[in-house]
């Protein structure tokens, strides 16, 4: 971790991974529409994409009810994740300009952190599908908190491990929720349009909305959280 000293002239920023490195909704809403349907249940795409951000915990929850028990959540965990990643194996859908925008990031002195609901081994395959996996200092998934986004805990914890201040660090986001959690943790969201419109990523407290990553630049970035900060 950066010493204090250190940490308070860095800047970082914090990538989702789902919707922002890995185009992974229809792997997501594909393999969570089987499991659903193994087990009687229907799912829609309005309601997986109410879900999205959210942990499996918390998704398994809505649909199984919160009599699940521990053991059959994870059961039904293991299943939904394993039939994710054999999705994305079979064509890994990165998303356009994450590698360069990883890199220029990097050159330009960022430190560079991932903040997912996501649990261990879908981030580790995506970044190593990405081929960036050196590139992050701090990796947080979805086993290492409690609460899913909105909540803030997510980023909270990666912006520790970096050892930068939240407010020195922006946040690359593709839903509602996650932009919710940026800010709420008090960093500089920035929404790459997807599966929410730009006006949903917006009113969530968005300060820009981009179409691509390759609209981003380390400048624009350091821009971003230098007004964000108050300076």
Same mark, same amino acid.
């Given at each position: 971790?950066?010493?204090?000293?250190?940490?308070?002239?860095?800047?970082?920023?914090?990538?989702?991974?789902?919707?922002?490195?890995?185009?992974?909704?229809?792997?997501?809403?594909?393999?969570?529409?089987?499991?659903?349907?193994?087990? @009687?249940?229907?799912?829609?795409?309005?309601?997986?994409?109410?879900?999205?951000?959210?942990?499996?915990?918390?998704?398994?929850?809505?649909?199984?009810? &919160?009599?699940? @028990?521990?053991?059959?959540?994870?059961?039904?965990?293991?299943?939904?994740?394993?039939?994710?990643?054999?999705?994305?194996?079979?064509?890994?859908?990165?998303?356009?300009?994450?590698?360069?925008?990883?890199?220029?990031?990097?050159?330009?002195?960022?430190?560079?952190?991932?903040?997912?609901?996501?649990?261990?081994?879908?981030?580790?395959?995506?970044?190593?599908?990405?081929?960036?996996?050196?590139?992050?200092?701090?990796?947080?998934?979805?086993? &290492?908190?409690?609460?899913?986004?909105?909540?803030?805990?997510?980023?909270?914890?990666?912006?520790?491990?970096? @050892?930068?201040?939240?407010?020195?660090c922006a946040v690359i986001e593709d839903a509602p929720a996650g932009i919710r959690a940026a800010e709420a943790a008090g960093a500089a969201s920035i929404a790459?349009?997807?599966?929410?419109? $730009?006006?949903?990523?917006?009113?969530?407290?968005?300060?820009?909305?981009?179409?691509?990553?390759?609209?981003?630049?380390?400048?624009?970035?350091?821009?971003?959280?230098?007004? $964000?900060?108050?300076?």
């Open positions: 971790m950066a010493t204090s000293a250190t940490a308070k002239g860095m800047r970082a920023v914090i990538f989702d991974v789902d919707g922002v490195l890995v185009d992974s909704y229809a792997a997501h809403f594909e393999s969570w529409r089987v499991i659903l349907e193994e087990n @009687g249940l229907e799912l829609t795409e309005e309601q997986f994409a109410q879900t999205f951000g959210r942990t499996s915990r918390e998704i398994i929850a809505r649909f199984w009810g &919160d009599g699940v @028990g521990d053991t059959r959540s994870r059961e039904i965990d293991d299943r939904k994740e394993a039939l994710y990643r054999d999705i994305v194996r079979a064509k890994f859908p990165v998303m356009d300009g994450a590698v360069e925008l990883i890199d220029a990031l990097r050159a330009a002195g960022f430190a560079l952190g991932v903040g997912s609901s996501a649990p261990p081994a879908n981030v580790e395959l995506s970044l190593d599908c990405v081929g960036r996996r050196e590139a992050f200092t701090a990796i947080v998934t979805g086993r &290492d908190v409690q609460r899913g986004k909105p909540d803030p805990q997510v980023f909270l914890l990666a912006a520790a491990r970096l @050892g930068v201040e939240p407010l020195r790459l349009l997807g599966t929410a419109s $730009a006006d949903e990523l917006r009113a969530a407290g968005a300060r820009i909305t981009v179409g691509s990553l390759r609209e981003l630049s380390p400048r624009l970035v350091e821009d971003l959280i230098a007004r $964000a900060a108050g300076g």
